[in-house]
């Protein structure tokens, strides 16, 4: 079965400093998507990041970056000079190519502390 | 642009009345279709998706159902509410596994 699994149910960082979230999944496929969505106390679920499996090189947008080990089945969100603004759910997920199915990681909640 | 429509945002129901929560989905065609249900705090749960029109797959036997008549609508019904159906509902849509889309959410509280 295609998984996904974040192992930190909740994390706490002061304003400024650097944040790690974990994520791992578990496909036999080889090209595929995973993502990074927060969710916001408005609920509305924002895409972060993303990154294609057969790309080397980690994604950047901004402040956010992964690193994504793909021989690991490993995709972390690292969120630097973090802000009040980054409190909320981050997700991790990945769409299987031969699937229908968004597959969604029990979230990660992130409080930004001043 | 890709842009989809969720209505109500809010949604206050008494137990056993029906529901119908929509979904359309404008800039594309052909787009695989979802619908979630998250509980406060928690997780998205997959309820249902289509991979076009008429193609409904369940993942969780429950007190709801799925429909889509049309290629970019997708609705979630129920006949008569459960005080556990309440919740926040999501619908999504993507194509080519390459995104995914979300609306904006409906807030369901069932009294």
């Known amino acids: 079965a295609q998984t996904v699994t974040q192992s930190q149910p909740e994390m706490s960082v002061q304003e400024a400093e650097t944040v790690t979230l974990s994520c791992t999944y578990d496909?036999?496929?080889?090209?595929?998507?995973l993502f990074w969505y927060k969710q916001p106390p408005s609920r509305q679920m924002i895409l972060v990041i993303r990154?294609?499996?057969?790309?080397?090189q980690n994604a950047t947008e901004n402040r956010f970056s992964v690193n994504f080990q793909k021989a690991a089945k490993s995709f972390s969100l690292k969120i630097s000079d973090s802000q009040l603004g980054d409190t909320a759910m981050y997700f991790c997920?990945?769409?299987?190519?031969?699937?229908?199915?968004?597959?969604f990681g029990k979230g990660t909640r992130l409080h930004i502390l001043p | 642009s890709q842009t989809i429509h969720q209505w109500p945002a809010t949604l206050v129901q008494p137990v056993g009345s029906p529901l119908s929560l929509e979904c359309t989905v404008e800039?594309?065609?052909?787009?695989?279709l979802y619908w979630y249900r998250q509980a406060a705090g928690r997780g998205l749960q997959l309820l249902f998706y289509?991979?076009?029109?008429?193609?409904i797959s369940s993942e969780v036997p429950q007190n709801l159902s799925a429909s889509r008549p049309q290629d970019r609508q997708f609705i979630l019904s129920s006949k008569k509410l459960l005080l556990s159906d309440s919740g926040f509902y999501l619908c999504?849509?993507?194509?080519?596994?390459?995104?995914?889309?979300f609306g904006q959410g409906t807030r369901l509280t069932v009294v």
């Open positions: 289509s991979v076009g029109i008429g193609q």
């Open positions: 496909t036999s496929e080889n090209n595929y998507y």
């Open positions: 999504a849509w993507s194509k080519g596994a390459t995104e995914a889309f």
């Open positions: 990154q294609e499996a057969y790309k080397q």
């Open positions: 997920a990945f769409i299987p190519p031969r699937d229908d199915k968004i597959i």
């Open positions: 800039g594309t065609s052909n787009p695989n």
